[in-house]
Antibody
Framework: EVQLVQSGAEVKKPGESLKISCKGS????????IGWVRQMPGKGLEWMGI????????RYSPSFQGQVTISADKSISTAFLQWSSLKASDTAMYYC???????????WGQGTLVTVSS | DIVMTQSPDSLSVSLGERATINCKSS????????????LAWYQQKPGQPPKLLIY???TRESGVPDRFSGSGSGTDFTLTISSLQAEDAAVYYC??????????FGQGTKVEIK
């Protein structure tokens, strides 16, 4: 069965950098887009961006362009979401999810909780 | 960006009764060349990631019970739960995936058991 396993919860201070991961298994990692979705505490889902691991083609939401970097390492079937300088407002649950085609998210990771606090 | 607006924000429904959630997009998500609506529905239970229920506005994902159905076209869409079960208590989101990203979500509708 398709699985996406995300890295564990993180607690960081403002200004620190962070890279979280999402490892795919039981499917051809290079042939499916993977995306990231933010969910702030008690709030809804926000589409952040997607990457095609086969060629690293990446698309960002304008709301997140320049704020985060999405990358992938196909040799280890893992996608990444990273920040160079965290803010308190980055506190949220972050989900990775696989795209069924170039469209909807059909498989989701369990989520990574990122807490940014001084 | 296309803005997705759901109504109501929450609803309380008795077991076995029908639940109806509406979703309106700020512009049409119907792609006329293939007559497909680029609209999906997800269910999210507390402490869990979202789960894909329906895509192309009315196609149920594999394994989704047939009490869940999607309808609508263009800018107005509906998710119907025909006979609400206890396990259907959740937040439901619509999402458009029309044209270029970002593919935005609605704000969510919370379904509670009355």
């Amino acid at each position: 069965e398709v699985q996406l396993v995300q890295s564990g919860a993180e607690v960081k201070k403002p200004g620190e950098s962070l890279k979280i991961s999402c490892k795919g298994s039981e499917y051809s990692f290079t042939n499916y887009w993977i995306g990231w979705v933010r969910q702030m505490p008690g709030k809804g889902l926000e589409w952040m961006g997607i990457i095609y691991p086969g060629d690293s083609d990446t698309r960002y939401s304008p709301s997140f362009q320049g704020q985060v970097t999405i990358s992938a390492d196909k040799s280890i079937s893992t996608a990444f979401l990273q920040w160079s300088s965290l803010k308190a407002s980055d506190t949220a649950m972050y989900y990775c999810a696989r795209l069924k085609g170039y469209d909807v998210f059909d498989y989701w990771g369990q989520g990574t909780l990122v807490t940014v606090s001084s | 960006d296309i803005v997705m607006t759901q109504s109501p924000d929450s609803l309380s429904v008795s077991l076995g009764e029908r639940a109806t959630i509406n979703c309106k997009s700020s512009r049409s998500v119907l792609y006329r060349s293939n007559n497909k609506n680029f609209l999906a529905w997800y269910q999210q239970k507390p402490g869990q990631p979202p789960k894909l229920l329906i895509y192309w506005a009315s196609t149920r994902e594999s394994g989704v019970p047939d009490r869940f159905s999607g309808s609508g076209s263009g800018t107005d869409f509906t998710l119907t739960i025909s006979s609400l079960q206890a396990e259907d208590a959740a937040v439901y989101y619509c999402q458009q995936y029309y044209s270029t990203p970002p593919w935005t979500f609605g704000q969510g509708t919370k379904v509670e058991i009355k």
